[in-house]
Every structure is written in C-alpha cells, then in structure tokens.
Nanobody, 126 residues
C-alpha cells in the first residue's frame, strides 16, 4: 500500500516562497507519475504540476509557470514543490498524488491519480 505524507505548508505573505514536500512510502513502480493539485473550499481540485517518476519530465499549470517548480528527490523518495512569488490566489489546500501506471502520461485530472496525501494548507496574505 502506498502512502503519501505532505508537509511544508503555512502562512506567508505575498511574494514569499514555500517548499512543499511529499514523502512516499510503500511499493512504487518506475512507471508511476506524481503530481500536486490544490483545492479551495467550494471548488474543484485543480492541477498544479506533475512529474514522471524519474523526474526527467515535468509539466505545470499556466497559472504557476515560472513561479512553481516540481522535482523529485530520489534519494529521499520525495516529490517537492518549490513555490516562489506566492500570491493570495495561491491560497489552497495542496495535495500530493500518485498514479502507479502513468507510463508516459503526466496527468492533470484528479481521476488520473489513485493515491492521495492528506493535504497541507497554504495561505498567502496580501
């Protein structure tokens, strides 16, 4: 059974940076893909960024391009999200997700992922 545990959220001011971390445990496959998605109350969960298991391929939402970077720390079996120039509209609960059978796909939909972390709150004040 795969488990994902996020950390690193918090309250920051506009323009600040945060780094979210997602620790992965359990059996995972080299075909897996991982992603970060975020959700605000009353809205659907939105795609933020995704990476292949090796970290060689990544993609991100237009709204965060140039500000957020997803990358893998293979030694620690984690996936990280470096968030720079944070804005109030980035306020959300951020979820880490894993798809064991991603192969070449970097999914952007919640349905693409079968394993989820518990979420970590990011609040950006203006």
């Amino acid at each position: 059974q795969v488990q994902l545990v996020e950390s690193g959220g918090g309250l920051v001011q506009a323009g600040d940076s945060l780094r979210l971390s997602c620790a992965v445990s359990g059996r995972t496959f080299s075909t897996a893909g991982m992603a970060w998605l975020r959700q605000v109350p009353g809205k659907e969960r939105d795609f933020v960024a995704a990476t292949s298991w090796s970290g060689s391929r990544t993609t991100s939402a237009e709204s965060v391009k140039g500000r957020f970077t997803i990358f893998r720390d293979t030694a620690k079996n984690t996936v990280l999200l470096q968030m720079n120039s944070l804005q109030p509209e980035d306020t959300a609960v951020y979820y880490c997700a894993l798809d064991q059978n991603a192969f070449l796909r970097l999914g952007e939909r919640t349905d693409d992922y079968s394993y989820w972390g518990q979420g970590t709150q990011v609040t950006v004040s203006s």
